[in-house]
């Protein structure tokens, strides 16, 4: 019997042969380790490029997942997160018999703990890359050397706040996000007018690339007193083999 990271109990055959993954940070971890296990993923599962051609069957976005279309999959678990995806979803699929696996991040030690949780429970080998993420990740604070707000929205403009994965990885590459610092119990992505957002007083706009696709034409002009860098929204949001290269950012 294993526990997730809600505390709900789940009896599973292992090794776990066939996983539906409706979060797109645990598709790319997953397929990492058991490639022929993944079964199902949604709409924004993006990593490895290759998952159609895998034979992987879409199931619609995480908010709107299909869950006939999960049901017909006859997944062993489907695996969730407590942030990207609805309780409502959930419910209905353990309703219907179909076991659902559930994490909650808001740390990266709580990405690499829940990742090797989850693992553990599907009965596979832990990979390399979970042993150095934690090796990279999972250490003192650094001292902070740069101060930055994150946007992952704009019209209107909605940013990261606090207790979220981004401003604790954020922190740990010696980057303290100014909007968590002023903020501390507000939203975990509070929505700000735009002079509130240029006006925070951070080193740098960190503009990434997902969930809103800021480019170099579309979200550098709007901020005339702060700097703006295009970044990866996936080094920033996601939680995987991703953490490894993310840990290169700051150099």
Not at 50 to 61: A, I, S, W
Not at 78 to 94: C, H
Not at 96 to 103: A, D, I, K, P
Not at 207 to 212: A, G, M
Request: aromatic share 6%; hydrophobic share 40%; glycine share 8%.
């Amino acid at each position: 019997m294993s526990v997730d990271d809600l505390g709900t109990r789940l009896d599973l055959d292992r090794p776990v042969g066939r996983v539906v993954s409706l979060v797109p940070s645990l598709t790319e971890a997953l397929v990492s380790i058991e490639p022929g296990a993944v079964v199902g993923a949604t709409a924004w599962c993006t990593h490895p490029a290759d998952l159609d051609e895998r034979g992987v069957t879409r199931v619609r976005g995480t908010k709107n997942p299909d869950l006939a279309a999960i049901r017909a999959l006859t997944p062993d678990v489907v695996v969730a997160n407590k942030e990207e995806n609805r309780e409502l979803d959930v419910r209905r699929l353990r309703e219907s018999g179909v076991r659902v696996w559930v994490t909650e991040i808001e740390t990266v030690p709580d990405a690499v703990a829940s990742m090797e949780r989850l693992v553990d429970a599907l009965g596979w080998t832990r990979p390399p890359w979970l042993a150095e993420a934690r090796r990279l990740w999972c250490g003192p604070l650094t001292p902070v050397t740069r101060r930055v707000v994150v946007p992952v929205w704009r019209d209107p403009w909605m940013v990261v706040g606090s207790r979220t994965f981004t401003t604790d990885l954020l922190r740990r590459l010696g980057w303290a996000n100014v909007v968590a610092e002023q903020r501390p119990d507000g939203d975990r992505y509070p929505t700000l007018a735009l002079g509130e957002v240029d006006g925070a007083g951070a080193d740098v706009v960190l503009l990434p690339d997902e969930p809103y696709v800021f480019t170099a034409t579309d979200g550098p002009e709007a901020f005339t007193r702060t700097p703006t860098e295009l970044v990866s929204g996936r080094l920033l949001t996601w939680y995987g083999p991703s953490l490894v290269e993310a840990a290169r950012l700051a150099r």
